[in-house]
């Protein structure tokens, strides 16, 4: 159990860093003006995506391993709440998908101001979810 939840715990790394820098990277293509720019931002954000599907995935493929290994957190409503705010994490990242898709056709009309406030949900859904893994507070 251990070893599957280093494993969980490295991907989610991984899987946070994509998280929190694709949006980042849509700011700068959102200002960019020089086509140059803009062609290496989207190379930048196509190479990301891979890696931050990567590291979803098997941040999400180990977690579930833990789940089949110990189904008794499943009793716990904690868990319940964190698995929820893991399926919104995963919709996020579809959100960044879509995103990254938009800005390779250059069809993405979202502000860089409407992209710095979009950067901050896996922040937030990142410490709700580590309080509810630490603290247990049902």
Do not use: Q
């Not at 941040?59 to 929820?84: C, E």
């Not at 996020?92 to 901050?120: I, P, Q």
Request: charged residues 15%; aromatic residues 16%; contains cysteine.
């Amino acid at each position: 159990m251990l070893w599957l939840k280093a494993f969980h715990i490295i991907f989610v790394v991984t899987w946070f860093a994509g998280l929190f820098y694709l949006p980042r990277l849509f700011v700068y293509h959102a200002e960019a003006t020089e086509p140059v720019v803009r062609e290496r931002l989207k190379v930048m954000e196509r190479k990301l995506m891979i890696m931050t599907h990567i590291g979803g995935a098997l941040a999400v493929a180990f977690g579930i391993a833990m789940l089949v290994m110990d189904p008794g957190f499943l009793r716990f409503p904690w868990m319940h709440v964190k698995l929820t705010l893991v399926a919104l994490l995963i919709a996020y990242h579809f959100g960044l998908l879509h995103l990254k898709n938009r800005f390779a056709r250059d069809a993405c009309d979202w502000s860089s101001k409407r992209l710095r406030w979009f950067n901050e949900v896996p922040s937030l859904l990142l410490v709700a979810i580590v309080f509810l893994v630490v603290v247990k507070p049902f």
